[in-house]
Every structure is written in C-alpha cells, then in structure tokens.
C-alpha cells in the first residue's frame, strides 16, 4: 500500500463511523444525540381525531404508545425536505425533552424520574399520514410512516434548571401564520416522569436520549414551501420551511 490514509477514530472500522447527530444548548455546547423515543395518542383530543379512544381517566390509561426514529432524523437546520413516497406529510407539534443522565431498565422509580432530565424543547414528529393509515389498515408496523430521514426537527435545547411551570406551558404551532395546533401541556395523558418511568421498564435510559411527547389536536398536510413556526411558550422555538 502506497500513500496515507487519514487516521480514523478507531483504526479497526473498516468504513468511516457516521457522525452524531447533536442540538444546540441554551448556553453553549451541543447535545448529542443517542436515541428518539416518540409517545403516540399522549392528547386525549388528538387520540379522538386518529379514530383512536382515549381514556375517560387516568386509572383507564393502561400502558402509553411508543415507537422510535433513529437518531439522525433530528434536524436542525432551516428548510426540510420534502420526504418521498408520501404524498401527505403531516406536523405533530410536540414537547420534546433531553435526557442528562442514564437510568437502568426497570429501575426507575416515578420520584427520580425528574432528576434525568437535562433539558427541553420543541420539535415536529413529521408523518407520512398515507403510510401510516395504510400500516394501520394492515396492521404493520409505522416505521416508515415516522422514522424516515428529516422527520423530527427540533429547536435549541434550555436546560431545565431554566424552565419551570412547564406542566402549564401552551405548544403551538403556526403554519403561513395560521395557528394549528394549539395546547397546554397540562392536557398530556402522561406527563414527562410517568413517561420516563414507563420508558424505563422497557429500555435502559441513556443520557442523550430524546423524548417526543406527542401532539394535541390539528394535525394536517404540509406543502412545499409552507412556512412553519412552533413554539413552547416561553422556553423554545422552532422555525423553518418545508423544501420542494
Ligand atoms: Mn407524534
């Protein structure tokens, strides 16, 4: 062999190792990401508009919806492409919250769950509606109806020593200036530790990971070129343009 080759963190991989995907912090310094867990039918209203049922009260909740994206469909930048092979890309405006701290699964009491929170923000869990409602007819699984490349744009992460009354903060999403989606995170069925504790009796939690709370009502079609503002008032936002 002739020539160099450029030194690899690790000299053993036998092809270059993909790079982190990371958020902004408030602050300074990044968030690199490790895992998106997303909670589905987390608002009773937005449950009722999918033709789904929503518990009448928490005793009736039975166990939250979850499903997950890969890391690298965080985006952060200011125009998301337009996916293929849907021809109806829905918003799901949603809290999104950052793990700090790692917990072992099924070791997760509700009382500790707060304290493996580093931060907040908001995001989309982008869908392709068609795929999905095409899966559920069948009874597949939603992979590629909401873990596809660009599907979960998310704003700069606030450090949740920066944040309080969040169980009383309103989302929202404003689509051309017109409001969609529009919620207090009092309305969640789950709130963020019962979330993270049922989490934990499934997966061992990590710090890096990321939380989609799930979305109220409202939920529709973006086109290209639709302009797109989310917010969590008075914590984070989020703001960019669906590309052609
Ligand atoms: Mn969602």
Not at 130 to 141: E, H, R
């Amino acid at each position: 062999m002739t020539g160099t080759t450029p030194p690899r963190a690790h000299a053993t991989d036998a092809i270059p190792a993909a790079d982190t995907p990371r958020l902004a912090v408030r602050g300074g310094g990044r968030f690199p990401v490790r895992r998106i867990y997303c909670v589905g039918r987390n608002f009773a209203d937005h449950a009722r508009e999918m033709g789904a049922t929503a518990p009448a009260s928490k005793a009736e909740r039975g166990t939250p919806v979850f499903f997950m994206k890969p890391a690298d469909a965080v985006f952060t930048g200011e125009v998301v492409p337009y996916p293929p092979a849907t021809s109806d890309l829905h918003h799901e405006v949603e809290l999104v919250v950052a793990l700090g701290h790692d917990a072992p699964a099924g070791e997760l009491p509700l009382a500790r769950a707060p304290a493996l929170v580093f931060g907040y923000t908001v995001g989309l869990d982008l869908t392709r509606r068609d795929l999905q409602a095409a899966a559920k007819a069948k009874g597949l699984p939603w992979d590629t109806a909401k873990g596809f490349d660009h599907s979960a744009p998310a704003g700069e992460l606030v450090p949740a020593a920066e944040v309080d009354g969040l169980d009383s903060r309103m989302l929202e999403l404003r689509v051309n200036g017109q409001v969609r989606q529009r919620a207090s995170l009092s309305e969640l069925v789950w709130n963020v530790p019962e979330i993270l504790h049922e989490l934990s009796k499934l997966y061992a939690l990590r710090a890096g990971d990321l939380v989609f709370m799930g979305t109220p009502a409202g939920v529709a079609a973006l086109q290209p070129g639709d302009r797109f503002e989310a917010s969590l008032e008075g914590v984070a936002t989020l703001h960019g343009r669906i590309g052609g």
